[in-house]
């Protein structure tokens, strides 16, 4: 038998409801930061193949890390819930997407990206928390 009165049911209800646009928002976060990401990288990438730059393997890396940065910092500012999981997710999500495309011939290069990106995004978090600090308890994590 069901014993939950109507406020109690109602309370669940709305946190529930809460619980799933905090989600969404997550989501939506994660992907932006992901696609700025990725798309920052092949575009400077792509704009610095006509100089002599072109397949250096640390100006690809050097690029990489400041556009994680990025990434992790728009996660992180696109919603104000779970900003240090928003942006390692971002690092997690570019470290399957690096792996997925190949873009790295040795096993040396696969693992500085893959101990790199990671802390890299939740720096961006931690910049993105310093500008717009928090105002709710929720909104530590």
Do not use: C
Not at 72 to 89: E, H, L
Not at 113 to 120: D, E, F, K, R, W
């Amino acid at each position: 038998m069901n014993t939950e009165t109507l406020g109690e049911a109602l309370i669940n209800y709305i946190l529930e409801e809460q619980m799933i646009k905090n989600i969404g928002a997550s989501l939506k976060a994660i992907i932006a930061g992901y696609l700025f990401d990725v798309i920052g990288i092949i575009v400077v990438s792509g704009l610095l193949s006509f100089t002599p730059l072109k397949g250096s393997y640390w100006t690809y890396l050097v690029i990489s890390m400041i556009f994680i940065i990025f990434g992790g910092y728009i996660a992180a500012s696109v919603t104000r819930n779970y900003r240090f999981i928003n942006a390692g997710f971002v690092g997690t999500i570019h470290i399957l997407w690096a792996l997925y495309m190949g873009g790295y011939s040795e096993t040396l290069k696969i693992f500085i990206i893959q101990v790199l990106a990671i802390p890299l995004a939740v720096l961006g978090g931690i910049i993105s928390k310093k500008k717009k600090p928090i105002i709710r308890d929720i909104e530590q994590i």
